[in-house]
């Protein structure tokens, strides 16, 4: 399919455009790179804008079920629902294909929904720059909503939250009081703590969890872009498929609030203005293993450091000034 | 002073030479930066090597009064000591020159030692490069022993672990058998772990605390450059001055077997390789801010992407174009 015919079928909403679209953005190769930024471009003139919800989990909080079950939901209300994967742990594992579709089995069955697994990239400014553009696809392809969805680990949960609108945190029943080890920095970012498994005799343990929680969220300082009340806890069901209607309307109410005083759309601008200057310095990055030429200078200046033929700093001024600027 | 006759002081073992130079390396001024590689590279040509420990310590396990015993020892041996801090968190509020003096007050008395601050620095990149530039500086001036500590927060420990020929963990006796929630990642790159206040009241605890370390240290995977027993945890009092001496006899003997196995060697090579990759680096992205021409470009195409009145990937394009190559 011509560049042209990929971006009008993405438009018209159509699936496999869209997946194909996110394979040409992934790919490194120069000239479907060229392809790829005609479509992003043809897809950002679409000018549609769907609702960006971040959610982390660690494994074993049932965030598979959760997703299944709240895009079930959304699905069954008329909307339309992509779901992707920010895992860079899965450039190791070579991805999940089969994985997430298989974890996440009606939904992927849906017409309505469009579950794409983590890239397989070996670093997180290539996953970064992936799922910001695969967003800006699904977005044109007139998605209502897009989940992206992380494991909680290491800056994965900072990057998610970052380029989400709203930002949800899953987690288990705790035992006990403990308030199970999240870091600050990652209770600072959500804007919604959902405790899933509050059925069965999991119920009074997430209660009592979400009560922790809710008290541990009243200690932080409010932010401009939360109304009353916000960050807050609430227990869901994901097997029970209980308490998943109350916390889209949580989510509506906040992403609301902030559209009626601006903060959803500065929010936006500065988004996307921190996405373009991140493209800046990557592409510039890129020019040091983009050409053979340069690549072979860079290491053989690394070889001479190496072997204390010459000086770290003078031997990078040298391959500074043999890139020109 | 000219720069060739500062680079001579320097080598000569002059310590307002090398606060000088240290300060030259730190500027970022374009004039100052050429005068900085001309020291360096002189520094280089001196072909000197002090053994680089690093430290890691969180406020409270008593780094200071450590840093200030051991650095005594040493020069009591007849050694010149260097001390130079890592603290990115000081970047805030903005260093503390007359803190580091005062907290290793007698150790600063000393003539055969030389203590550095941390440089303000805003971001974790240019204090990790100082820091290195720093070490060459201690080297060529004749230092055989250069600390370099860092308070246990986010990546400076593994900034400080990656420069460094040793990785020492100071850590206070814990209550318990807990393991003060120290990151198995921060154990495996430890050398030595030191249980520090193994005095009066807490001794008992610190030598628990010693046995559980000692203990979790044999659970990890033995590594090609340590003989036999390493990593080791060991009791300290930097206070009573007890048990110093032991462990600077395994420090010594662990950087011996390491250079006699060529692990030394084959591990200050990579170091500067990726000394050097890093600063290529880091002088490609700070083209973006050097020029303000440039500088004045990429916040207008930044607006414009905020705006909406251009796409992030296709205003990026435009200026990695600008930006020619």
């Not at 490194?28 to 971040?54: K, S």
């Not at 309307?249 to 759309?265: C, Y």
């Amino acid at each position: 399919m011509q560049q042209p015919d990929l971006a009008t079928a993405l438009i018209a909403g159509d699936r496999r455009a869209l997946a194909r679209a996110i394979t040409l953005v992934e790919s490194t190769r120069p000239d479907h790179r060229a392809a790829a930024l005609a479509v992003l471009e043809a897809a950002a003139r679409a000018g549609r804008q769907a609702l960006r919800i971040g959610l982390s989990g660690t494994p074993g909080v049932g965030k598979s079920t959760f997703i299944e079950s709240f895009g079930l939901m959304l699905v069954n209300q008329g909307l339309r629902v992509a779901v992707l994967a920010v895992d860079p742990s899965s450039a190791r594992s070579g991805g999940s294909i089969l994985g997430d579709k298989t974890r996440m089995d009606r939904l992927s069955r849906e017409p309505a929904a469009f579950i794409r697994p983590s890239p397989s990239q070996a670093h997180l400014g290539g996953v970064a720059r992936r799922t910001r553009e695969a967003i800006s696809l699904c977005e044109a392809a007139g998605f209502d909503v897009v989940l992206i969805e992380t494991v909680g680990v290491g800056q994965s949960e900072t990057l998610v939250a970052e380029m989400a609108d709203l930002f949800i945190l899953l987690l288990a029943p705790a035992g006990g009081d403990e308030l199970q080890g999240v870091k600050r920095g990652i209770m600072e970012m959500a804007d919604l703590i959902l405790v899933n498994k509050a059925d069965g005799d999991l119920k009074p343990a997430a209660l009592r969890t979400v009560s922790d929680y809710a008290g541990a969220l009243r200690l932080l300082r409010k932010r401009p872009q939360d109304p009353e009340g916000f960050p807050k806890a609430l227990p869901v069901s994901a097997l029970a498929e209980d308490g998943l209607a109350q916390a889209w309307a949580e989510m509506q109410a906040l992403a609301q609030w902030r559209r009626d005083r601006g903060h959803f759309a500065a929010h936006r601008a500065e988004q996307a203005r921190q996405w373009f200057e991140a493209e800046v310095r990557e592409g510039l990055l890129a020019r040091l293993t983009r050409d053979p030429a340069v690549r072979a200078r860079l290491g053989a200046l690394g070889d001479a450091v190496a072997a204390g033929r010459a000086a770290p700093a003078q031997a990078a001024a040298e391959m500074l000034a043999s890139l020109g600027g």
